[in-house]
């Protein structure tokens, strides 16, 4: 007797869902109910509507109910929203909303894929105002591009700086919109550490972007929005993207139980309290295999996998399900900014011992053109040399090398896997010691205890306390940009002006990139100085670390002029 099979969400988890059950089982009757007037269109796409990218909004529905019918034998029901679950009775109670009829249907097995709602705060003041969007389906990026067309806006205020808010800012802003970024937090995109955010908000300020951090949306009034400090910002059009929360409803009515952090609760192949209900995507909790404890990750790539697990044990498929890791990437204008695992904060937080690298080697070899720098930032686990996380931002192919990290930690990599890593190369696509193999060397060097760093976001410090610093690039170089209390000894110079640098007191080293100053601590350390220290990032990492701040506080440079070449 063939399966009945319900599937509530018509997105990434719903739709996945609905096309593995297909392909397992042809004579199954397969139906898909989704609230909203489309089915299996492109989330992550939305942003890229307003700046044409994406020119025509019907280009981000992938497949209509007919082509679901056609080529699946799938049944898509759209504008039909699930309003109760009677599980002791296996059916779900249907409500046409173009009709307003409600009917009910038997189900053998019912999987959930609902999504998240934007959150939209009701202690703001005038958050239910007619220029207030969030962007979540296809409906929502028309109307706002619509309101913004109809009604020439120029002004518009996003509040939230994670994936989506900083998507549409660049959007709205390459649509020639002046844009307020307003984000609560003291950075934006949260899966980066401070120091590497920093970069990013260079590059948001250089575009334009009027970027506010530490403060958040009071108020939103008739062309402006009020925040916290009392600042009034002019704002003709608010797009509200502080985050999501899970679409838990039908779940908590229907008596399933629910995680610690809001989501609903799954086992191992993500079957809910109930042995006929299966929840995949955004509405549900996942565990982390770095942390070893439960969070909510509302990413695509995720909720694909765990539709095809669910369809696959509803089948008596085997599924091997070990956490998630949490690896994602975006663009912000002329950066690609990636990451995967834990950062540092998340590290601290889970009380996990660990130690970073952070280095800026070229992405391909230098006489290439189109050859960048790129910031890496590699968190490993102190002292078993485990891969935690990685963070990249650059020009070139921040994805790819993350991505070579989101497999190592997958495998249970360590320090020592990754200096071996044997990877692709020609001048054209990376260098032959590839950003991550240099990564794992200064990481092994440091766990191996050759050398001590010291981090950017310590610089500023040690100028202000006139901490002895060298600064080893050549003459021409240290004339462009130094730290204020540098002493500039080249590396070219340092045997023969060994007798400048003083024995009894720390020593500070930086250049251009680490491998300079990689080589005078070593150097230093053979001639017998007991304390020296390598400034990680070197000179552009803390020229990146330091530009955004200045420009905002007006606080006095601790460089005498910013070098970003």
Known sequence: MSKRILVVGGVAGGASVAARARRLDESAEVIIFERGPHVSFSNCALPYHLSGIVENSDHLVLMSPHEFKTKYKIEARVNSEVIKIKK??????????????EYEEKYDKLFLSPGANPILPKSIEGIDRDNVFTVRNVQDIRKLNNYIVENN???????????????????????????????????????????????????????GINLILNDAVKKIGEGYVELNSAKKVDAEAVVMAIGVYPETKLAVDAGLEIGETGGIKVDHNYLTSDKDIYAVGDAIEVYSSLTQSKMRLPLAGPAQRQARAAADHMYNMPH?????????????????????????????????????????????????????????????EYPTGRILGAQAIGKGNADKRVDVIATLIRMGGTLEDLKELELCYAPLFGTAKDVVNHAALVGLNLLYGQFEQ???????????????????????????????????????????????????????????????SYNAVMALQHMGYQNVCNISGSFLGICCYEYFQDQLTGREKIVTEYNFN
């Open 88 to 101: 002791d009775e296996k059916t779900v109670v249907v409500k046409n909303l173009e009709t307003g009829e």
């Open 454 to 516: 010291v981090p950017v976001t310590r610089v500023r410090e040690l100028v202000e306390n006139d901490a002895f610093i060298v600064d080893v690039r050549e003459k021409g170089e240290f004339a462009a940009g130094h730290l204020k209390n540098a002493v500039n000894i080249p590396l070219s110079e340092l045997r023969d002006r060994v007798n400048e640098i003083p024995k009894d007191r720390p020593v500070y080293l930086h250049c251009r990139s680490s491998q300079r």
């Open 320 to 380: 091997s399900n070990k956490g998630v890791i949490g690896s994602s990437v975006v663009q912000i204008f002329d950066l690609n900014a990636a990451a995967t695992g834990i950062n540092e904060k998340a590290a601290q937080k889970a009380g996990i011992p660990y130690d970073f690298v952070y280095i800026i080697p070229g992405d391909k070899v230098g006489l290439m053109p189109n050859s960048n720098p790129l910031h890496f930032k590699l968190i490993y």
């Open 153 to 207: 806006i120029q002004k518009i205020a996003v509040v939230g700086a994670g994936f989506i808010g900083v998507e549409v800012t660049e959007n709205l802003h390459m649509a020639g919109k002046n844009i307020s970024l307003i984000e609560a937090a003291d950075q934006v995109m949260a899966p980066f550490d401070y120091d590497m955010a920093q970069i990013l908000h260079k590059e948001l300020f250089d575009k």
